[in-house]
């Protein structure tokens, strides 16, 4: 209600409606909804925002060049004195403990520790989004005129999950820089006893990415806290400045330099695998079958000739690369696991899906996990939720799960716990097909 104006910019329709249908008739006159990408702000008044918000975005963007662009016009649309806030950035220094922990937390028994090392390198390998350091942002100032500062901080909250532990939020200041107070000597926390103006401690354990660590999150009664990566560059530890509400100074630390380090992760680009089972379906729904071509080749540009005409001599052959066979890609065990396996070989068009692969790196996606749902719901005659093929990405895990759920249950009266529990799988269900009508829209 203290809102004067509020403007949406998202490439979705979808969104905005969603947006647009939960607004009153007062509230809809202060509020302006334009269906655009990041970049395309032209015809918004200048110097006319307080505050321009970038949350949970810059990932899916295609590079640093790209987002230094929409950081530069977000800068023009904001009046001197006010800030631009870049919400839940990848981070770069966590890129290989994000992966690591993910690729761990999913690993079937028996898994040799040089298989998991490699899928890490392949998960890297493959990231297909945007990661950025904080010294990306801090060297913003010197680079884009109207902003004057940059405030980098680790995400605040308890819980461990993606976010928390592999992101961070930064606040840019425009037009004029924030003031800053010099820190004192580190100490360590105990100093707070005390209760000194300000108190600086470093190289503290970061709980959230290693074990026996000091959570990077402070609630203290009478104090402001800041927290950043640790000054010397280590991703494992952090940095803390808590400043007292009452004694303590006014302005924002003025951390000391940390070391220079690689400041972006540019997105990996699709592969032909990556890209098949989506070019195929598109092909299909305005050429006959035999006009679909049997192999997809991804290239970064044509190569040509001196006269720039394709040179056709130079495109490499149309052949499938060959694939080692690991332990993950073992044949199906059951009739169920092959029932699941010939499903996700027809949604994803591969020759053979393993009993152990994360469909998920074979090239599915949100949209694609909606028409396996169908097709297998339809092979096996029963429900197979959405939640479910999300839950257990692997033809193993998936059989597992069905094949508990298809056993008749104890009592005939189902238990209001169970009702419970099958009317919360129903509302996720809902809204994962949600999310994924609102891919399908974008």
Known sequence: PHVEHYTAVDLSPHALETIRAELSADELRKVT????????????????????????????????DYLRGVLQRASELVVDGGRIFVGDVRNLSHLHAFHERAERTQAPAGRTAEETTTRIGRRIERDGELLLNEAWFRALPGALPRIAGADVQLKRGLA??????????VVLHVGAAPARFALPPASDLASLATEPPVAYARELPNARVQADGVEPSFALKDYDSFVVQARSGDATRFDVVLRHRKHGPEGLPDWPASPELPATHQPARGSSSDLEPELRELLSASLPVYMIPAHFVTLPAFPLTPNQKIDRKALPSPTRAAVRV??????????LEQQIADVWQVVLNVEQVGREENIFELGANSLLTVQAANRLSNALG??????????????????????????PAPSAEPRADDRRKDAAERRRQLRAERAAQGERDD
């Open 33 to 64: 909804l334009l269906n655009r990408a990041a970049h395309e702000l032209g015809g918004v008044t200048a110097a006319s925002f307080d505050i321009v918000i970038i949350n949970s975005v810059s990932q899916y963007f295609p590079d640093g």
């Open 326 to 335: 690991t332990k993950e890609q073992a044949p199906a065990k059951s009739e």
């Open 382 to 407: 029963r429900k197979v939720s959405l939640v479910s093929m999300f839950r257990f990405p692997s033809v193993s895990a998936l059989a597992a799960h069905l094949g508990e759920a298809a056993r």
């Open 160 to 169: 461990h999950n993606e976010m928390t532990c592999f992101r961070f939020d």
